[in-house]
T-cell receptor, first 113, second 114 residues
C-alpha cells in the first residue's frame, strides 16, 4: 500500500516570498492533517480536513497560511509571505477517520533566509 | 485549547533496562490515544494505539488512565535501536465549540547506552 506522498522534500526561499506544499494521502483516507514541526519540538497541528471540509484550523496563522483540499483527496498548503520563523518541517498525515491513528509523509523541510 | 504534556528528557538508560514515559492530556473528552516514535530527521511513525484495557506489543506496553488523564509507555529490555524521540498523541473531544484534531506532545528523547 502506498504511503502519504509529499513534495517537494526540501525548499529554500527568501523571506516575503511565497511557497506551496503538496500532499497526496493514503488512498481512501478521509482525514488529512497538516503539521508544522520546528526543530526540537513536537508536531503542531495547523489544519485538519475531513474529506474536503475543515474540522480544525484554530492554530493556522490565517493571515499568511492557507490550505485547501478541493476534491477531498490531495491537498496544498501555502505560505504567503514567508517569515524567518516559518522555517520548519511541514508534515502531512492521513487517517481513516477522525479518531483513528494517522500516518505521516516524509515531510517538506522549509528554510526561509 | 487541548494540551498534551510530556517530559522532554533526555532519558539516558543502559541497554537492557526498563524505562517508562508518561504523558498527560487536558481534555477529559478525548477519545483516542497513541504513541509514535520519531527518529532524527525522519517523520513520526505509529508505535502503538492505547486502549482503555491497556495493550502490549512485545517489549512495549501502553496504558491509559482516564481518571488521572494520562497515558504511559513502558519499554522492557531496552535495545540500542530504541533510541529515538517518543511522541504521545491525543485525538477527539471538543473544546471551545469545535472539534479537536490529533494533538501531539513535544516528545521525550530516549538514549540507550551500551
Amino acid at each position: 500500500e502506498a504511503g502519504v506522498a509529499q513534495s517537494p522534500r526540501y525548499k529554500i526561499i527568501e523571506k516575503r516570498q511565497s511557497v506551496a506544499f503538496w500532499c497526496n494521502p493514503i488512498s481512501g483516507h478521509a482525514t488529512l492533517y497538516w503539521y508544522q514541526q520546528i526543530l526540537g519540538q513536537g508536531p503542531k497541528l495547523l489544519i485538519q480536513f475531513q474529506n474536503n471540509g475543515v474540522v480544525d484550523d484554530s492554530q493556522l496563522p490565517k493571515d499568511r497560511f492557507s490550505a485547501e483540499r478541493l476534491k477531498g483527496v490531495d491537498s496544498t498548503l501555502k505560505i504567503q509571505p514567508a517569515k524567518l520563523e516559518d522555517s520548519a518541517v511541514y508534515l502531512c498525515a492521513s487517517g481513516g477517520g477522525m479518531n483513528t491513528e494517522a500516518f505521516f509523509g516524509q515531510g517538506t523541510r522549509l528554510t526561509v533566509v | 485549547r487541548k494540551e498534551v504534556e510530556q517530559d522532554p528528557g533526555p532519558f539516558n538508560v543502559p541497554e537492557g533496562a526498563t524505562v517508562a514515559f508518561n504523558c498527560t492530556y487536558s481534555n477529559s473528552a478525548s477519545q483516542s490515544f497513541f504513541w509514535y516514535r520519531q527518529d532524527c530527521r525522519k517523520e513520526p511513525k505509529l508505535l502503538m494505539s492505547v486502549y482503555s484495557s491497556g495493550n502490549e506489543d512485545g517489549r512495549f506496553t501502553a496504558q491509559l488512565n482516564r481518571a488521572s488523564q494520562y497515558i504511559s509507555l513502558l519499554i522492557r529490555d531496552s535495545k540500542l535501536s530504541d533510541s529515538a524521540t517518543y511522541l504521545c498523541a491525543v485525538n477527539g473531544g471538543y473544546s471551545g465549540g469545535g472539534a479537536d484534531g490529533l494533538t501531539f506532545g513535544k516528545g521525550t528523547h530516549l538514549i540507550i547506552q551500551p
